[in-house]
């Protein structure tokens, strides 16, 4: 584990705001590391006993998907904390994920 370039992750996680989302690749490509959308994936796995607190369920597939939802407890609660911020989830799917997607990017 890389625990400095955790530590980034969760860096640019903090600052998605409430109602949006961003991929695993977008904060890859944000670190200039845009190959490794799959440490953004480790990272994540840990970010529940991260301080301060990490917005995890924010951080989603490229295409909208809920592929982190097995890392909460129960599967559905990353959906209940997308819904609680006004994101509708259909299928596991963010519904309208362009117009929500959060560009780290062009963001900061």
Same mark, same amino acid.
């Given at each position: 584990?890389? $625990?400095?370039?955790? &530590? =980034?992750?969760? +860096? %640019? *996680?903090?600052?998605?705001?409430?109602?949006?989302?961003?991929?695993?690749? $977008?904060?890859?490509?944000?670190?200039?590391?845009?190959?490794?959308?799959? @440490?953004?994936? /480790?990272? @994540?796995?840990?970010? #529940?006993?991260?301080?301060?607190?990490?917005?995890? /369920?924010? *951080? %989603?597939?490229?295409?909208?998907?809920?592929?982190?939802?097995? /890392?909460?407890?129960?599967?559905?609660? @990353? =959906? +209940?904390?997308?819904? +609680? &911020? #006004? !994101?509708? %989830? *259909?299928?596991?799917? !963010?519904?309208?994920?362009?117009?929500?997607?959060?560009?780290?990017? =062009? +963001?900061?």
């Amino acid at each position: 584990m890389d $625990a400095n370039f955790y &530590e =980034q992750v969760y +860096e %640019v *996680v903090r600052l998605i705001p409430k109602g949006r989302v961003t991929s695993y690749g $977008a904060i890859a490509k944000a670190l200039g590391a845009a190959k490794s959308s799959r @440490m953004v994936g /480790h990272a @994540m796995v840990y970010a #529940g006993s991260a301080t301060p607190k990490i917005p995890a /369920h924010r *951080v %989603v597939n490229s295409s909208g998907l809920l592929t982190g939802r097995f /890392h909460f407890s129960p599967p559905t609660l @990353m =959906q +209940e904390f997308l819904e +609680e &911020e #006004g !994101i509708t %989830v *259909v299928n596991d799917k !963010i519904k309208n994920f362009k117009q929500l997607f959060w560009d780290p990017l =062009q +963001e900061l």
